[in-house]
């Protein structure tokens, strides 16, 4: 038993200085790991702030950007409000902003004067010459308000684009009356429009409540409010239009009448012959009240509708109008271009 203690306590101490190195490794490895784990923490931990920072500058770039955009759209949108503030001060006192105001030649072709368009100035070709330049001018709007709506730009842009196509059919309305004073028969031919217009025409333009069934199924959808109101306004317009139609004829007859009054192969009586001339005068110049009244009744039709439609429906009204026009436009140039058979 006493040669066994000895080994005993050896194989104990051996066993623990084995436990010991054992737990020693143990404790050594432990902490290499530790100090891996944490450099590697450390590594995330800043991968991490850099992936934050780099966020944030894009944030911060996107939000400078927007701004910048934002700052841009609000300054084009003042300028145009600017300008049609402008365009509305100058209609104010009595100037024609036709498709020339545009180009900076307005005085050139209007005599140059500060008094803007001269009555004077307004005969049959100064007036073809306008409503030239108004078409191409009305083109150029469709052409910019036909992107818009593709592009789907935001109601305050295309309301403003609106304006301008309704101060732009106010123009015409102004000319008109301007050169109404001049030669109303010249308006009340239709000789400044193309073959297939005349063929539509009506006291010296078109009919609004035609117009307004040609042009809403162009702007549907529309609310049961709206269709109503269209209906009626559709309504009014015929009524109206019936009235003026029907005194027209009667101002015809009456002016049938007194050319024919008396005896027509004979002029001996001077004085009758002179009376029924000043009286054929007088009842002449009413045409130019007629032609005034039919074009105060297309322009209020046309106001109605904008205020009846929203800001999209106008635009798209507006695109429809014109669009329409220029269709029967084109189709005189077809027309007067097509193949004759001569015999």
Known sequence: MGDNSPRTDTSTDIEGDAKFEDGHHTITGGSNTSDHEAGNKNGDSKALRRLAQNREAARKSRLRKKAYVQQLESSRIKLNQLELELQRARQQQGLYLGPSSYSGDH????????????????GAAAFDMEYGRWVEEQHRQMSELRAALQAQVADTDLRVLVDRGMI????????????????????????????????????GGFR???L????????????????????????????????????????????????????????????????????????????????????????????QMHR????????????AMGDYFARLRALSSLWLARPRELD
């Open 107 to 122: 005085n050139a072709h209007s005599g140059g004067g500060s008094g803007g368009t001269n009555a004077n100035l307004l």
């Open 168 to 203: 732009h059919y106010d123009d015409i309305f102004r000319l008109k009356a301007v050169a109404a004073k001049v030669d109303v028969f010249h308006l009340f031919s239709g000789v400044w429009k193309t073959p297939v217009e005349r063929c539509f025409m009506w006291i």
């Open 208 to 210: 609004p409540s035609e």
């Open 212 to 303: 307004l069934k040609t042009l809403t199924p162009q702007i549907e959808p529309l609310t049961k409010q709206q269709l109503l109101n269209i209906c009626n306004l559709q309504q009014s317009s015929l009524q109206a239009e019936e009235a003026l139609s029907q005194g027209l004829e009667a101002l015809q007859l009456s002016l049938s009448d007194t050319l024919s009054g008396g005896s027509l192969g004979s002029s001996s009586n001077v004085s009758n012959y002179m009376d029924q001339m000043a009286g054929a005068m007088t009842k002449l110049g009413t045409y130019e009240a007629f032609v005034h009244r039919a074009d105060n009744l297309r322009q209020q039709t046309l106001q």
């Open 308 to 319: 009846i439609l929203t800001t999209r429906q106008a635009a798209r009204g507006l695109l």
